[in-house]
């Protein structure tokens, strides 16, 4: 996936621990690791609000987009579709 979690990073710099975020954001230690892992499949809005607001960041601070060898291969499909 194209989307990267920066979540580490931020808690790093925080010096804050996965537990101590979990118990802030109301949001269980097991479903934040799964995001911390980059295994999550999705996010809920008012949990990146959340978020946001116990590390003090932007969404963009949060999440990155680094495009994957499947993003070009889908998006020369959809440039060859075009012609």
Do not use: H, W, Y
């Not at 118990?23 to 995001?35: C, D, K, Q, Y």
């Not at 609000?49 to 601070?61: H, K, S, Y």
């Amino acid at each position: 996936m194209a989307i990267r979690v920066t979540l580490d990073r931020l808690l790093l710099e925080r010096r804050m621990s996965l537990t101590d975020l979990s118990e802030r954001v109301g949001v269980t230690l097991a479903n934040l690791s799964i995001l911390k892992t980059g295994k999550a499949k999705a996010i809920r809005f008012s949990t990146l609000n959340a978020l946001c607001r116990v590390l003090n960041c932007q969404p963009g601070e949060l999440l990155s987009f680094e495009p994957s060898s499947e993003d070009e291969e889908v998006e020369e499909a959809a440039d060859q579709a075009a012609e």
